[in-house]
């Protein structure tokens, strides 16, 4: 029997997305967000509510990176979510990651968080605090490419338990996708 409770937004998995800007002196700003997602081939949505410095850098700049949070950059990400951007002028050096321009946007890329979408601005809305970028490069560290493509087990990202309010790495392969359901034909 399934028991319920309203209006949650409890969805599974929920990556750790990390979005990066600059801000207007140049320095560079991540922020950690958990709603967002792919909404077209070549789009992603985020919601950012536009209190945050990261709308207003996004809306200056026209681009922002996202990158994934990791494992093995878990305490920095959480950091650059719990501070904000508005109280601490350079949060990216303090959280100890390292910035770098990307080459294809107006916004920084961190050298240890290993998968990086760098997006233009598509479109912001005030209304339902939605960004919507075109992803014009997705950039991965090569230490974590398995023949060639991104191999999740070594990148080690990180999900966010809404109910629970808990990191956790993403799960063990069970099935080989568009494939396992073929038995049942």
């Known amino acids: 029997m399934k028991k319920n409770f309203g209006v949650k937004n409890w969805m599974f998995p929920m990556p750790v997305l990390m979005i990066g800007s600059y801000n207007e002196?140049?320095?560079?700003?991540?922020?950690?967000?958990?709603?967002?997602?792919?909404?077209?081939?070549?789009?992603?949505?985020?919601?950012i509510d536009n209190e945050h410095k990261t709308w207003a850098?996004?809306?200056?700049?026209?681009?922002?990176t996202v990158a994934f949070g990791t494992a093995d950059t878990v305490k920095a990400c959480d950091y650059l979510g719990i501070v904000s951007g508005k109280?601490?002028?350079d949060k990216v050096a303090k959280s100890g990651l390292t910035a770098a321009k990307s080459e294809h946007v107006d916004a920084p890329v961190m050298a240890e968080l290993p998968l990086v979408l760098e997006c233009k601005l598509v479109s912001m809305n005030e209304e339902n605090c939605n960004v919507v970028g075109q992803i014009v490069n997705c950039a991965i560290e090569e230490s974590v490419l398995t023949d060639g493509k991104p191999d999740v087990a070594?990148?080690?990202?990180?999900?966010?338990?809404?109910?629970?309010?808990?990191?956790?790495?993403?799960?063990?392969?069970?099935?080989?996708?568009?494939?396992?359901?073929?038995?049942l034909k």
Request: net charge positive.
């Open 25 to 47: 002196d140049g320095t560079p700003n991540m922020m950690n967000a958990a709603w967002g997602g792919i909404t077209l081939e070549d789009q992603i949505t985020i919601c």
């Open 57 to 64: 850098n996004i809306a200056a700049r026209k681009a922002f």
């Open 154 to 183: 070594k990148m080690k990202p990180l999900c966010f338990d809404t109910s629970r309010h808990v990191y956790r790495l993403m799960g063990d392969v069970v099935a080989k996708a568009f494939s396992c359901g073929k038995a």
């Open 87 to 89: 109280e601490v002028a």
